[in-house]
């Protein structure tokens, strides 16, 4: 795997549970605007489906555990945070995130605030 090479890193996840069916009928339909979410768990889609999570399931957990790990062992700075915050409450989550990028403690008196 290639190195990291910045200074810094963001990291934005998002519940696997609910990008998996959008990006499952990217892959197998070509369209995020047509779905089948409710035959999902039955046949024929069944199989495939089952299948076609385990495998993001697993690169999921690949790719969190490799940013875990570099936050753990490296001194590099790494922000996490969470698609689904930012939906709920943008000016905090992005207010906070930009502290993080631009290494202030507030953004009290400047054109971000």
Same mark, same amino acid.
């Given at each position: 795997?290639? $190195?990291?090479?910045?200074?810094?890193?963001? *990291?934005? !996840?998002?519940? &696997?549970?609910? *990008? !998996? &069916?959008? @990006?499952?009928?990217? /892959?197998? $339909?070509? #369209?995020? /605007?047509?779905?089948?979410?409710?035959?999902? =768990?039955?046949? &024929? =889609?069944?199989?495939?489906?089952?299948? @076609?999570?385990?495998?993001? /399931?697993?690169?999921?957990?690949?790719?969190?555990?490799?940013?875990?790990?570099?936050?753990?062992? /490296?001194?590099?700075?790494?922000?996490? @945070?969470?698609?689904?915050?930012?939906?709920?409450?943008?000016?905090?989550?992005? !207010?906070?995130?930009?502290?993080?990028?631009?290494?202030?403690?507030? #953004?009290? $008196? !400047?054109?971000?605030?």
């Amino acid at each position: 795997m290639k $190195g990291f090479e910045s200074e810094i890193a963001v *990291i934005c !996840t998002r519940n &696997p549970l609910d *990008i !998996t &069916p959008s @990006f499952f009928y990217l /892959t197998f $339909g070509w #369209t995020h /605007t047509k779905a089948w979410r409710e035959k999902l =768990v039955e046949d &024929p =889609v069944w199989v495939y489906w089952k299948i @076609f999570q385990q495998k993001c /399931t697993e690169a999921w957990h690949m790719w969190h555990q490799y940013w875990i790990d570099m936050a753990e062992q /490296t001194d590099k700075p790494i922000y996490f @945070f969470r698609f689904e915050d930012v939906m709920a409450n943008p000016r905090k989550e992005l !207010t906070n995130l930009m502290k993080f990028i631009l290494g202030m403690e507030s #953004t009290e $008196g !400047t054109v971000l605030e």
